[in-house]
């Protein structure tokens, strides 16, 4: 840990406060301004989308203006953005609302990279660990978000519009702490893409397996997580008790980053992968035992703690699938995949919880899951196959 990592860990750590209260209040602000029922995640998936939406300028920006510069325009979009949706919560305006969460995509697209921008700030023997720390930083998200959201959600006479108003201080902190990281330049910033074209960059195995990894990971993570305070709000549980499991959720996401990179470095990535896959699957058999508290509780931290170790590991795995000269246009095509895999789910999670159910959704993740064992599978006889070869 070296003090510009640390500096990007409370980065990473803001990015999360920001996140996690966008899930614990965009659904219900939604539910309540939405016209029907189906549309209430549309907030959550205008968020998601406008980060797939973004992977594409981001990785320009990055390239033209390099890690810092985009990092900041990124933390003054979502400065803007959360006074907007404050206004829109105001308002009463749903419409505005999903433009403004569309438009703040462009900040979540940016904070993706923080794990990648990571990797800069160490040594190459340390960019496991690197990645583990940044990513650990969503601690400060698990803790502080949910509560947040709890505490100011009647600062105003609209529910839930301080909230918004919250999240551009949290912007303004995360902006001067951004301003004191002095990144390395990148290979070719401020020159034309160089290296390999991506669609050759993009058909390696490593590549497919690894962006399948986080693309479903989060993609199933998003899907419940998304529609557990509508779950729990039909469940007659109290928000009190939608913030606990959020926070037991987001600290299963992020306090295994302790461990993980040193887990990824002595298993390999795909073992701890697969890790993450039982984990996911763990989750869908306590979500179906019942609907209490505890069953949310436990279902959501199991998925947080699978979802770490598939992301990390996929991330992990990727780092090896491009050159320097490669990574901006590499990164954004893998965060390309995996926000628009969230945004089919964010809108899947509206749907499927207002019409056929919690239960009904957690059946559907199986599948998922079930493409994702097979390429897992197929990458590890690849790799042994490869092994086996003559040198």
């Known amino acids: 840990m070296n003090p510009r990592l640390a500096l990007l860990v409370l980065c990473q750590g803001l990015l999360m406060v920001n996140n996690v209260t966008f899930i614990a209040v965009n659904g219900l602000v939604g539910l309540a301004l939405a016209p029907v029922g189906w549309m209430a995640t549309l907030p959550i998936t205008g968020y998601v989308a406008g980060g797939a939406l973004a992977t594409g300028l981001v990785a320009r920006h990055q390239r033209r203006f390099g890690r810092r510069r985009t990092f900041q325009i990124g933390l003054l979009v979502a400065i803007a953005s959360a006074a907007v949706c404050a206004w829109a919560a105001i308002s009463r305006n749903f419409a505005l609302l999903v433009a403004a969460t569309v438009i703040a995509g ?12 990571s990797v800069e700030l160490v040594a190459p023997d340390y960019k496991e660990r690197a990645i583990s720390w940044v990513l650990a930083g969503g601690i400060l998200g698990a803790v502080v978000g949910p509560n947040l959201a709890q505490w100011s959600r009647a600062l105003l006479p609209q529910p839930f519009a301080g909230a918004y108003l919250v999240l551009c201080g949290v912007g303004l902190l995360s902006l001067a702490l951004m301003s004191c990281i002095r990144f390395p330049t990148l290979p070719g910033q401020g020159q034309a893409a160089a290296g390999r074209p991506l669609r050759e960059i993009v058909r390696q195995p490593l590549f497919i397996v690894a962006t399948a990894a986080c693309a479903i990971g989060y993609g199933i993570m998003n899907l419940l997580m998304a529609a557990t305070p509508i779950a729990m709000q039909q469940c007659s549980h109290p928000f009190a008790a939608t913030a606990l499991v959020l926070e037991w959720h987001v600290l299963g996401m992020f306090v295994p980053s302790f461990f993980t990179g040193r887990l990824v470095q002595r298993f390999g990535a795909l073992k701890v992968m697969g890790a993450g896959l039982a984990l996911n699957l763990g ?23 699978g979802w770490n170790f ?6 992990s795995l990727a780092t090896s699938a491009w050159r320097p000269e490669e990574r901006t246009q590499a990164q954004g095509a893998l965060d390309f995949c995996v926000y ?13 919880v207002t019409t056929g159910g919690w239960r009904a959704m957690n059946l559907g993740a199986l599948l998922p899951l079930a493409l994702l064992a097979a390429a897992l599978g197929w990458l590890a006889l690849r790799q042994q196959r490869e092994a086996a070869l003559p040198a």
Do not use: E, K, P, W
């Not at 598939?310 to 991330?315: E, H, K, M, V």
């Not at 628009?340 to 499927?352: D, I, Q, R, V």
């Open 283 to 305: 989750c869908i058999v306590f979500a179906l035992q019942g609907n209490d508290v505890m069953h949310f509780l436990g279902a959501l931290l199991t998925l947080g703690v």
């Open 310 to 315: 598939l992301f990390i590991g996929g991330t």
């Open 340 to 352: 628009a895999t969230m945004t089919l789910t964010s809108f899947a999670s509206g749907a499927l």
């Open 106 to 117: 462009y900040y979540n697209a940016n904070g993706s990279l923080y794990r990648f921008a």
